[in-house]
C-alpha cells in the first residue's frame, strides 16, 4: 500500500508532468484563463490518460512485448489515445447530451495533448503491473489537473493586476509559469524510492 | 434543452462573474424553438468563418459542431444566421465534468484496488476496474438526467452578439 502511496506522490508532484517533464504546455497556455476551463479539461485529460493507459499497458504486455514489435509504440500509442477520445467522446455524448454540449470541446484537444503519450511512454519504462501503472497514470493526470487549475487561479489574479505593457498577455504567463515551477521543485526534496 | 425543461432553481445572473460565455450561430428556427450551434472559439481570427466552411464529414469541424447543436426558446426573436453569445453556470460546468469524469474514474480505481487486493491478478483487476467504468458510466448518466430535470446544466440566451465582442470572448479564451 506504501509503496502505491510514494507512487502516486511521486508522479502527481515530484514528477509533475507539466511542471518537471514540461509536457502539455500548450493546454497549460492555453485553457488556463479561467478556474472553471481549467477544471473541465483537466478532469477531461485524467479520464482519457488514465483509460488510454489501461490500454496502453495491455497492448505493451501481450502483443508488443512478447511479438518484439516495440518499433511500433509511437503509432499503436498514438492509435490507442485517439481511439480512448472517440471512446470518452462517445460514451459522454450517449450518457447525457447536455454534458457533451457543456464538455464536448476539449475532448478533441486531448488528442494532440502529448502528456497523454508522454505519460504512456514513461509508464512503459517504469514495467509495472496493471494496477501500479493505472494509479501512476491516475496520480500523473491529477499532478496535471492540480497544475492546470493552479495556475488558472493566478491567471485569474493576474487579469486584475497593473502589468506592464511589455510583460502583458503570454510574457507575464511564462514568468509566472517557471515560478510555480521553482515552487514545484520543492517537492523534490521529498524521497519516493 | 428539453422541451419540457424546468426553470432551473438558481437562474443564471448575466452579470455573474461565474458565468462562462460562448459564441452560438442560430442554424434554424422552428416554432417557438430555435437551434443554436456553438462557434469554434479557439482559432484566433477564424471564430467568425469557422461556422461557414462548406468542407462536411466525419471528423471535420463542421461535422463536429454540427453534433454539438442544441435548442433553446426562442424568446428573443432570432432569426436564421444570427449570431449570440450564450452563457452557463460555472458551477454547472464543475458539476457535469465530476459526473462525467470523476465519478466513473472513482469507481473503476476502487474496483481494481478492491480486485488487487483479493485476487492479487492483473486479469482480475482488469476486468473488474472494466466492470467498475461501466457502472461508474451508468451512474454518471443517472445523474446527469437527474441535473437535466433540474435544468442545472442548460445553456441560456444572454444576449445578441456582434462580431469585435464575439472575438474578445475568442481571445479571453485562448
Redesign the interface.
Known amino acids: 500500500m506504501q509503496e502505491y502511496i510514494l507512487l502516486m506522490v511521486g508522479a502527481a508532484l515530484v514528477n509533475n508532468v507539466i511542471l518537471a517533464r514540461f509536457l502539455g504546455l500548450c493546454s497549460f497556455m492555453g485553457v488556463t484563463t479561467r478556474i472553471d476551463t481549467a477544471i473541465g479539461m483537466g478532469l477531461a485529460t485524467t479520464f482519457v490518460i488514465t483509460v488510454s493507459s489501461m490500454g496502453n499497458w495491455g497492448v505493451e504486455q501481450y502483443l508488443l512485448e512478447p511479438y518484439h514489435l516495440s518499433y511500433l509504440r509511437t503509432v499503436t500509442f498514438i492509435l490507442i489515445i485517439a481511439g480512448a477520445v472517440q471512446f470518452t467522446e462517445m460514451t459522454v455524448r450517449k450518457v447525457s447530451p447536455p454534458l457533451f454540449q457543456m464538455l464536448g470541446i476539449y475532448l478533441p484537444l486531448i488528442t494532440t495533448n502529448c502528456a497523454v503519450l508522454g505519460v504512456a511512454l514513461i509508464l512503459v519504462e517504469g514495467k509495472m503491473t496493471f494496477i501500479a501503472a493505472t494509479l501512476f497514470a491516475f496520480a500523473s493526470s491529477l499532478g496535471y489537473s492540480l497544475v492546470m487549475v493552479i495556475f488558472a487561479g493566478l491567471r485569474e489574479r493576474l487579469a486584475l493586476a497593473e502589468v506592464p505593457r511589455l510583460f502583458a498577455g503570454p510574457p507575464i504567463g511564462f514568468i509566472v509559469a517557471s515560478l510555480l515551477a521553482l515552487a514545484f521543485l520543492g517537492f523534490s526534496g521529498i524521497s519516493t524510492t | ?1 428539453p422541451l419540457n425543461a424546468p426553470v432551473p432553481e438558481h437562474p443564471i445572473d448575466p452579470f455573474s462573474a ?1 458565468l ?1 460565455e460562448g459564441v452560438a450561430r442560430v442554424v434554424a428556427v422552428k416554432g417557438d424553438r430555435v437551434w443554436l450551434e ?1 462557434e469554434l472559439t ?1 482559432s484566433c481570427g477564424g471564430c467568425a468563418a469557422s461556422g461557414l466552411c462548406g468542407a462536411k464529414g466525419i471528423g471535420t469541424a463542421a461535422n ?1 459542431l454540427e ?2 447543436r ?1 435548442e433553446l426558446v426562442n424568446a428573443a426573436q432570432l432569426v436564421v444566421g444570427e449570431r449570440v453569445i450564450i452563457g ?1 453556470d ?1 458551477r ?3 458539476k ?7 465519478l ?2 472513482v469507481i ?2 476502487s474496483a ?2 478492491v480486485a ?1 487486493n483479493i485476487a492479487q491478478s ?1 486479469g482480475v ?2 476486468i473488474a ?1 472494466a466492470s467498475g ?1 461501466a457502472f461508474g ?1 451508468l451512474l ?2 443517472w445523474i ?2 437527474w ?2 430535470t433540474r435544468g442545472q ?3 441560456r440566451f444572454l444576449r445578441r452578439a456582434d462580431a469585435e465582442e464575439a472575438c474578445k470572448i475568442s481571445s ?3
Do not use: H, K, N, W
Open positions: 434543452m461565474d462562462v456553438p479557439s463536429r453534433i454539438r442544441f452557463v460555472g454547472a460546468l464543475l457535469a465534468s465530476v459526473t462525467a469524469y470523476a466513473p474514474l473503476m480505481l481494481g484496488a488487487q492483473d483487476t482488469m476496474m467504468l458510466l454518471a448518466r446527469a438526467r441535473l437535466s446544466l442548460a445553456p479571453l479564451e485562448s
